[in-house]
């Protein structure tokens, strides 16, 4: 199986992750989402060097994914093309952090301090959309951040975009599978058949949007989406849903007891 067979099965396992019947999956998705950006906010809000702080912030990480039934392996290995890019947002921190911390009788830069609480704080971020991702279908999202009020056309360039990498990776997918077959012998792509493969791909691309658009407007799409999910209003069990983790995550990041918790995961570090 080639990458982009790979890349394609990967997509199809998240979307079946998102519609299967558990309960979390069937909750309105407008709770989970202001959960999701509750948690994001209150993560980004940890101070620099507060590394104790962050970690205690998983908490929520591992109830969610328990709760959802989720594998922390698994999402890891999906994620694995954006994570590292995360954590090395930092790496400059070492060198550009004039601060020292004592740590018995060594001495380090800060920096080394606030790359790793950011490389936490960017992996639980990751981990808490992966979470949503996976138990909310696409649609779903978009029907809860139009409720929240987030512009028409973001929305739709948010939906289709996702929809269409879909069909860009079938047909990529599609070309590298015929030329797979009159070289068979041979590794990869050869380069001097990029441009000519690169072309058949925008070509095949720019017949498939139109198709799709002409479809869309035989529908009645005139710029803006009918999402069934945005029609339900949230039931009890969604709003205690949104109470019960909205107060974890305020009890997480505000409450003293924690915070000592996480100060003693770090040895009293800052």
Same mark, same amino acid.
């Given at each position: 199986?080639?990458?982009?067979? @790979?890349?394609?099965?990967?997509?199809?396992?998240?979307?079946?992750?998102?519609?299967? &019947?558990?309960?979390? *999956?069937?909750?309105?998705?407008?709770?989970?989402?202001? @959960?999701?950006?509750?948690?994001?906010?209150?993560?980004?809000?940890?101070? &620099?060097?507060?590394?104790? $702080? =962050?970690? =205690?912030?998983?908490?929520?990480?591992?109830?969610?994914?328990?709760?959802?039934?989720?594998?922390?392996?698994?999402? /890891?290995?999906?994620?694995? #093309?954006?994570?590292?890019?995360?954590?090395?947002?930092?790496?400059? *921190?070492?060198?550009?952090?004039? *601060?020292?911390?004592?740590?018995?009788?060594?001495?380090?830069?800060?920096?080394?301090?606030?790359?790793?609480?950011?490389?936490?704080?960017?992996?639980?971020?990751?981990?808490?959309?992966?979470?949503?991702?996976?138990?909310?279908?696409?649609?779903?999202?978009?029907?809860?951040?139009?409720?929240?009020?987030?512009?028409?056309?973001?929305?739709?360039?948010?939906?289709?975009?996702?929809?269409?990498? @879909?069909?860009?990776? &079938?047909?990529? *997918?599609?070309?590298?599978?015929?030329?797979?077959?009159?070289?068979?012998?041979?590794?990869?792509?050869?380069?001097?058949?990029?441009?000519? /493969? #690169?072309?058949?791909?925008?070509?095949?691309?720019?017949?498939?949007?139109?198709?799709?658009?002409?479809?869309?407007?035989?529908?009645?799409?005139?710029?803006?989406?009918?999402?069934?999910?945005?029609?339900?209003?949230?039931?009890?069990?969604? =709003?205690?849903?949104?109470?019960?983790?909205?107060?974890?995550?305020?009890?997480?990041?505000?409450?003293?007891?924690?915070?000592?918790? $996480?100060?003693?995961?770090?040895?009293?570090?800052?």
């Amino acid at each position: 199986m080639n990458k982009l067979s @790979v890349s394609l099965s990967e997509i199809y396992a998240l979307e079946n992750l998102a519609r299967r &019947k558990l309960w979390i *999956n069937e909750l309105h998705p407008l709770p989970k989402l202001i @959960v999701t950006i509750t948690y994001i906010a209150a993560l980004t809000g940890v101070a &620099k060097y507060d590394v104790g $702080g =962050v970690l =205690v912030m998983g908490v929520y990480l591992a109830i969610a994914f328990g709760l959802s039934d989720l594998s922390l392996a698994k999402a /890891l290995r999906r994620m694995r #093309l954006v994570l590292p890019l995360v954590c090395c947002l930092g790496l400059a *921190n070492p060198l550009l952090d004039g *601060n020292r911390i004592m740590l018995g009788a060594f001495s380090f830069s800060a920096g080394w301090l606030s790359l790793l609480t950011l490389a936490c704080k960017g992996v639980f971020a990751v981990l808490a959309s992966y979470q949503l991702i996976a138990t909310t279908p696409i649609d779903k999202i978009c029907a809860a951040l139009r409720a929240v009020r987030v512009p028409q056309i973001l929305v739709v360039q948010i939906l289709l975009t996702y929809r269409y990498v @879909v069909l860009l990776l &079938k047909q990529a *997918n599609n070309i590298s599978q015929a030329y797979s077959l009159r070289a068979p012998r041979q590794k990869g792509l050869h380069f001097k058949v990029w441009g000519s /493969l #690169l072309g058949q791909l925008l070509l095949r691309s720019f017949d498939r949007a139109d198709a799709l658009y002409g479809s869309m407007l035989l529908r009645g799409f005139r710029g803006e989406y009918y999402y069934a999910a945005s029609a339900a209003k949230p039931r009890l069990r969604e =709003v205690a849903y949104l109470v019960a983790m909205a107060a974890l995550i305020l009890i997480l990041r505000c409450l003293p007891a924690i915070k000592a918790v $996480g100060a003693s995961l770090t040895g009293g570090l800052p």
